[in-house]
């Protein structure tokens, strides 16, 4: 099963060597990028042509609905919950020595290769699942003391890195590997090679995997320098020492490299991803008192809010500028940039918005209000033709109001007994209990915002899929419907197979699918 054309959301990943008690609660740093279909060097060549003057502009491609958007309801129709894997069971004694690793702990990434399924938890163990036999193939901490922090599938080569901490030198540098997927198949971990020894990931070191221009960024905090690496064979290219740098941003065929603040501008150079060429050089004036929210780069365009301060839009070919009122333009907790489109995603206070590079805003979703506040890459997906959304969100008043009604008939039932057993339940404090709650995952469409699918615990119809006679590969489902929508941690969709892995708190993935 061929994967080159259909990149994952996850694609670009900054990870930092921070203390295993910060990033176990804080969570990772990441930023997404879905990768243009075209070569990614052709930005630097317009970008040269136009520092030199030259060059025919081609009028951006208009976001159009593509026809996939359309078939997305019958795609996703009669989805059901197909299988259940756990990520710990007893043999985790065996295989790990930090006793935090034994502990259940909510799954934070999941990734999907060829036929494996990778699922990590928040403690740092990671597990790989056949979704042929549904068996668990093995554990990737190949270390009794490795604490997996991310993972990264290099298309490239089919293979699957690995970013871990280790015990022995207190979880402060980063060590990557990377392993085959046929060997992670046949368990052969020990297969796998180190990567980037020779650099110093201590924190504040980070390594960033960028699948748009097929590069690996590291920075080595000791000695202030970035290195970039072709991802296709690890092999360094070049570096980049300059301790005024405060940090560099990658867009298709370029870098941002952002310097330090002095007065009320801001030194910026655009460099080529794949020499280090500067390509343009130039200030960005900023007002002299105001926090820097964000400065990101778009092809020509740049992207620059401070705080209580609109939202300003600058072409770095002419320095035409757009401003968007702070009104209308909440700062985002996370962008996403959709290349195919020209357009870019923010992500605010559970809401979801996509705008154009004129400062308009096109899209607004209805009924996709996110269950998590703070929005992450690992939580969400967005398909290759970047028309489609999936993410977890919480159920709407309509649908509630529904699962409320058929409740209540149940609940009447029982409202005798509740009132008869209510002393003793009092004198037992066994009334402190919280109902769980439930949401859904919802697929909506990204040119109109409307939510063409969903998988929610109101669907009379959505049930755990019959076991076929004599299949044998099928493995025990234990959660309801309901308790696998309970707290989804983790969300990824397979477009080859057209199903959803979702990862919850308890340390559970679940398949849904038709």
């Known amino acids: 099963m061929e994967h080159h054309h259909k990149p994952a959301l996850r694609l670009r990943l900054r990870i930092t060597a921070a203390r295993r008690r910060a990033w176990l609660s804080a969570g990772l740093r990441s930023t997404c990028r879905k990768p243009p279909r075209r070569d990614p060097s052709d930005s630097v060549h317009k970008v040269a042509r136009r520092e030199i003057g030259g060059g025919h502009r081609r009028p951006p491609r208009p976001a159009a609905p593509s026809s996939s958007a359309f078939s997305c309801p019958e795609k996703f129709r009669n989805f059901q919950l197909q299988e259940e894997y756990d990520t710990y069971d007893d043999e985790v004694h065996f295989l790990v020595q930090l006793p935090f690793l034994w502990t259940r702990t909510k799954i934070i990434e999941i990734v999907a290769a060829k036929d494996v399924i990778f ?3 928040q403690s740092g163990l990671c597990a790989a699942f056949n979704r042929t036999t549904n068996k668990r193939i093995c554990y990737l901490n190949i270390s009794p003391d490795e604490v997996i922090r ?3 599938y290099n298309k490239n080569n089919e293979s699957l890195i690995t970013v871990s901490v280790y015990e022995s030198d207190r979880f402060s540098s980063l060590k990557c590997r990377t392993t085959p997927i046929e060997y992670i198949r046949r368990g ?9 020894e020779s650099e110093s990931l201590k924190y504040p070191g980070f390594v960033e995997f960028d699948d748009v221009n097929g590069k690996v960024l590291t920075f080595s905090a000791q000695d202030s320098t970035y290195k970039v690496f072709d991802l296709k064979n690890y092999n360094f290219l070049y570096s980049i020492c300059d301790k005024n740098i405060q940090e560099i ?3 298709p065929g370029i870098m941002l490299v952002i310097y330090q603040k002095t007065n009320c501008h801001v030194p910026l150079t655009i460099l080529s991803i794949e020499d280090g060429t500067p390509l343009k050089t130039f200030s960005q004036l900023l007002h002299r008192n105001r926090k820097v929210d964000f400065i990101e780069q778009f092809n020509e365009k740049l992207l620059v809010k401070q705080d209580k301060e609109n939202l300003q839009i600058i072409d770095v070919r002419n320095s035409d500028l757009i401003e968007v009122n702070k009104t209308e333009f909440m700062t985002p907790s996370a962008f996403i940039f959709l290349y195919e489109n020209n357009l870019f995603l923010t992500f605010c206070n559970r809401t979801v918005a996509a705008w154009n590079f004129r400062g308009e805003l096109v899209t607004s979703f209805e009924d996709h209000e996110l269950w998590h506040p703070n929005c992450n890459t690992n939580n969400i997906y967005i398909t290759a033709d970047q028309d489609l959304i999936i993410s977890y969100c919480k159920v709407s008043k309509k649908a509630t109001d529904s699962v409320d009604s058929e409740a209540g008939e149940g609940i009447a039932k029982f409202q005798l007994q509740f009132l008869i057993l209510l002393p003793l339940l009092t004198r037992t404090n066994l009334l402190n209990f919280s109902v769980p709650s439930m949401g859904s995952i919802n697929m909506s469409n990204i040119f109109t915002g409307k939510c063409v699918a969903k998988i929610s615990p109101s669907d009379p119809t959505l049930t755990i899929a019959p076991r076929k006679r004599g299949d044998k590969s099928r493995s025990t489902v234990h959660s309801t419907v309901p308790e696998a929508l ?17 990862g919850n708190s308890k340390g559970l993935v679940h398949v849904w699918s038709n």
Do not use: C
């Open 188 to 196: 052969q971990l020990n297969d796998g090679f180190p990567l980037f």
């Open 150 to 152: 991310s993972l990264f």
């Open 486 to 502: 309970e707290d989804i941690t983790a969300l990824f969709y397979d477009e080859d197979r057209n199903e959803i892995y979702t």
């Open 119 to 121: 699922a990590l938890a």
């Open 249 to 251: 941003k990658i867009s």
